[in-house]
């Protein structure tokens, strides 16, 4: 179950990244936009590491590459363009999760 959540958010970051900015609800100030960021790849890779425990280098990068993939695509759109800043919120966001997944698996293990 949490390996289908995780794939579906993959795909559902992915459309949100790359529609029309008019079809995005509204936002206050830039620095929400990377806060958007970094919590949508916080989610991406704690259901990630979840579902692939095993495979963490993987699952960083993996994600990091798909967050610098986005930014390219956005640029090929012609109505998104791609940013550094965005990227650095990326792995902001992947820091973020890897770290409470860490977390969370070290609780469990001093709990046993």
Do not use: N
């Amino acid at each position: 179950m949490i390996r289908a959540l995780f794939w579906l958010s993959l795909v559902g970051i992915t459309i949100a990244s790359l529609v029309p900015v008019a079809m995005l609800p509204p936002q206050s100030f830039d620095v929400w936009d990377k806060a958007q960021h970094a919590c949508a790849f916080a989610w991406l890779a704690l259901l990630g590491l979840l579902s692939y425990p095993a495979h963490l280098p993987r699952v960083a990068v993996g994600l990091l590459l798909f967050g610098g993939g986005i930014e390219l695509a956005q640029t090929a759109t012609g109505w998104r363009f791609g940013e550094w800043a965005d990227l650095a919120a990326d792995f902001l966001g992947i820091t973020m999760g890897t770290t409470v997944w860490l977390l969370v698996r070290r609780h469990r293990a001093t709990r046993t």
